[in-house]
């Protein structure tokens, strides 16, 4: 090894050590760790609250005694991190789990019923304007959201004080109401609904951590909001909500409406304004973190400021209290997210070391963030921003010093650099700073990929290769979208050309998300990782970037071998002994998933009438949390929009191997099949059509067609409805989507005996499962009850009565997904059982000595 190679390995050497020793010399930093260790405790672990309290009495006492030995003086801060862990457990704790007695949640049901309240704006209302979609049966209304600070509830004793905030969901448009002002609001209050599916997002413990306890909606009409009071200047979120909108009014004034919103996303972090398949695409290439207000932004206008005020002759004191103040300004106003406390808090810290000419210790300054960020709001330490945030800053700062840094140039290489062409040199340098770039690129999508998978089941490789490219134009749009709201102030003519500066970064951006976006090839969705993976690659990635030279590449094997470990396992396919049958709650719609004992996954119908993003909100999760990633067949029961219309949205999630539908399926001339129609055969998906005698394999599970024959018949879609008869383990179950009519007397041709478990038709509605009465019959019953008798039936249906259904079925016991949640079926040698999601019911459903009953047409069909 030549002289200048041992003297470069010397200084990466002494680098290492470097960072190892700043981190075992930042006194905050274990403090950060308890607190956390703490926050979880309280989170996850079913301790009584007391218990925090005691940790903070005995880690006191503790400190106290052993500081005032002198062999055991050093341990003395072990008493410190111990309080330090029961006072996080015990804030984290009184924010999410303590409220008022007169809470707005005491006067909610886990049902809506009318109310009328009053209360103060806290932010901004957030419009999120109709998107028409040939998916949907009606066009959607605009939807204006609330967070409302309750302060009086009507009771039928009269008004009644209350407290606690409230989340409201307006459809329509609210003309004039904005933050800090008073209303009167009536609408139907509930509880936030908990999952009805598994893998489904808990809004309720999602919006406890934004201490919501309660929500309402107002449907149809915004004309019950009224407003008594205004309070736009005589409250800080009024102020704050006044020059959010001025700034995007000034936004709108000089901007196109096509980089108008996404100007708003990038410098107010109003992403309402963007329309749903814009941020769609975002999140499809892994910049999404450009439009959410983060660290990034506050860096960058930090930098600005103190260019700015520097050149203008300020001094370096004087700069770093303006930008202190500016900064903590501007996190106040984009909502006080978690990465935008952390950016703010390390910029303070930063300025304050300047003001009092301290050395600054980054890695005090990141455990200092973390701890500002849990007393300013514990439960966002559980959030995917906050985590992400953090994980960013730790990379950048530790990882890209550590390899991307370049190391100090030999006096002989500054004479050969010296001696070259300015042009030359300008050349290299370019070149070397976008390889730096792109290697830290990778080196973040190394780090993120993990943790964006296990929150949001996407991976983005696309992001490597869009990432320094946007980051670019954003930057350039943030800085020049800034300089044009104050310019705005003196006048149009000069808010005129960073304006157009601001416009062309923007589209440049856009312009590469959506290229990106339409490769297809750069976004994959997949299962999230388990937690104890994810935990030990995180440990093994921060002790690769902390670890000195010497022990650098057994981290990076062990952090390898993790790595392998955990993609070998995802890629193991999953095998079984039973068949797993799932009714999934889509409110009035339909998705039933069957998994087979050979690792296959068979759809029957996917849709609703709330619209196509059933497949974000519960399919694909659900999907996800079983570890799917294939759909290998989707059979379509029949062309009525609640029965198919979350098919596209699946398609780009899943990869579909075949997709069944009915003879008349394709023939319906309708903008939703059209549409659909349309993906199919951009994806390249092949289709067959089925019809009534034809059976289907998928190892030991048998699929019968019983309905719609080849031909007919006449009616409407309904009567038309495929019908599936599945087989396994000498069980059944029959799917029947709408059949209704001369369907069902159609279906009755074919001998099936008792069936396990039945669809009910057409969502358990009273026509296609009225009870009939027969002459010699006891009771009246449902033709298809007498043709299938069956031991469970189960309605895939919105929230309705169903005691006609007891009436139809009255041999079979009934379950609703609407109050049940997803039905879960598996059968199997030893019998058939059934479990509700949410009411966590169990029942069996049929023993092993059921005959087998072999299937033949009673009539030729």
């Keep these: 090894m030549s002289g200048v190679g041992r003297a470069e390995d010397g200084r990466r050497e002494a680098n290492c050590q470097e960072v190892w020793q700043e981190w075992s ?123 409302l600070e309750v302060a009086s509830v009507e009771t039928s004793a009269g008004w009644t004080a209350a407290s606690g905030r409230l989340r409201v969901t307006v459809e329509g448009l609210l003309q004039d109401i904005h933050a800090g002002d008073a209303v009167e609001i009536l609408g139907q209050l509930s509880r936030p609904p908990l999952p009805d599916n598994p893998g489904q997002l808990d809004l309720r413990a999602l919006w406890r951590d934004e201490r919501i306890t309660a929500v309402m909606r107002v449907r149809h009409s915004a004309a019950t909001v009224t407003r008594w009071a205004c309070g736009r200047w005589s409250s800080w979120p009024g102020v704050m909500g006044a020059i959010q909108c001025w700034g995007e009014e000034v936004l709108r004034r000089h901007l196109s409406g096509r980089t108008a919103g996404l100007a708003a996303a990038l410098l107010l972090g109003d992403t309402a304004a963007l329309e749903r398949t814009e941020w769609q695409a975002y999140v499809r290439t892994g910049v999404v973190h450009v439009l959410a207000i983060s660290g990034f932004h506050l860096t960058v206008l930090a930098s600005f400021i103190w260019v700015l005020v520097r050149a203008i002759g300020l001094s370096r004191r004087g700069a770093a209290l303006m930008v202190a103040g500016l900064i903590v300004g501007y996190a106040s106003l984009t909502g006080a997210r978690a990465a935008t406390v952390r950016a703010a808090a390390m910029v303070c810290a930063a300025c304050l070391a300047l003001l009092v000419r301290r050395p600054l210790c ?39 010093g550590r390899w991307l840094v370049p190391s100090p140039v030999s006096p002989l290489e500054q004479l050969r650099l010296q001696a070259s062409h300015p042009f030359y040199r300008g050349i290299g340098w370019v070149i070397a700073a976008v390889v730096r770039a792109y290697l830290l690129s990778l080196m973040m999508f190394v780090a993120l990929a993990p943790l964006v998978l296990y929150w949001k089941n996407i991976l983005s490789p696309v992001g490597i290769l869009l990432g320094p490219p946007v980051m670019l134009t954003s930057s350039v749009a943030l800085l020049s979208g800034f300089v044009t709201m104050l310019a705005s102030v003196a006048g149009a003519w000069a808010a005129w050309g960073p304006a157009v500066v601001t416009e062309y970064a923007l589209a440049a951006t856009s312009g590469l998300v959506h290229v990106a976006d339409g490769w297809q090839i750069g976004v994959t969705y997949a299962p999230a990782p388990g937690l104890l993976w994810l935990t030990g690659y995180y440990l093994l990635l921060v002790t690769v970037v902390v670890a000195p030279r010497g022990y650098l590449s057994r981290c990076l094997a062990a952090l390898c071998a993790w790595t392998m470990l955990g993609l070998a396992s995802a890629t193991v396919p999953p095998t079984s002994d039973e068949l797993r049958v799932t009714f999934l709650a889509v409110g009035h ?168 478990v039945l669809m009910a038709p057409h969502h358990g509605g009273k026509t296609a499962n009225a009870a009939l009465p027969i002459e010699g019959d006891w009771a009246p019953a449902a033709p298809l009850a007498r043709w299938a008798q069956p031991r469970l039936v189960v309605s895939c249906q919105r929230a309705q009565p169903t005691d006609h259904l007891r009436a139809a079925y009255p041999h079979a016991v009934v379950w609703d997904t609407a109050r049940r949640g997803a039905i879960t079926v598996r059968l199997h040698t030893s019998g058939v059982t059934a479990e509700a999601f949410r009411t966590g019911e169990k029942m069996v459903v049929a023993r092993p000595a059921l005959p087998s009953v072999r299937q033949v047409p009673r009539s030729g069909s």
């Design 362 to 400: 980054l890695a005090n300054t990141f455990a200092l963030a973390w701890l500002i960020v849990l007393i300013h709001k514990p439960t966002d330490l559980f959030t995917v921003g906050c985590q992400l945030s953090f994980l960013s800053v730790f990379m950048l700062i530790w990882a890209g």
């Design 589 to 756: 719609g339909g998705c039933a998933v069957l998994e087979t004992p050979d690792g296959r996954v068979i759809l029957y119908d996917i849709g609703s009438m709330s619209g196509p993003d059933i497949t974000a909100r519960i399919v694909a999760p659900y999907l996800w949390h079983r570890g799917i990633r294939r759909i290998d067949e989707i059979f379509l029961s029949h062309a009525d929009m609640d029965h198919f219309n979350g098919l596209p949205d699946l398609l780009s999630m899943f990869a579909v191997g075949q997709i069944s539908w009915t003879p008349t399926f394709a023939d319906r001339h309708t903008a939703g099949v059209h549409y659909v129609l349309e993906a199919v055969e951009r994806r390249g998906i092949p289709v067959r059509i089925v019809a009534a005698g034809d059976w289907f394999q998928a190892g030991a599970v048998t699929f019968q067609v019983l309905h719609p024959p080849l031909q007919g018949p006449p009616g409407s879609e309904n009567t038309r409805s495929l019908v599936l008869l599945v087989r396994y383990a000498q069980q059944q179950v029959v799917l029947t989507g709408d059949l209704e009519g001369i369907g069902q007397e159609l279906v009755q041709r074919w001998s099936v005996g008792p069936v396990a």
């Design 25 to 147: 010399r930042a006194p905050l930093l274990p403090v950060a760790v308890f607190a956390t260790v703490g926050a979880a405790v309280a989170r996850f672990g079913a301790v009584p609250p007391p218990w925090y309290w005691g940790a903070v009495v005995v880690g006191l006492i503790s400190w106290w005694v052993i500081r005032r030995r002198e062999r055991g003086r050093r341990l003395s801060p072990a008493g410190l991190w111990l309080a330090t862990a029961g006072l996080a457990a015990a804030w984290h704790y009184q924010y999410r789990e303590v409220y008022a007695a007169d809470d707005i949640s005491v006067f909610a049901d886990e049902s809506f019923q009318p109310r009328r309240l009053r209360g103060w704006v806290v932010v901004e209302p957030a419009v999120q304007e109709a998107t028409p979609s040939p998916l949907r049966h009606m066009p959607p209304l605009p939807v204006t959201t609330l967070l």
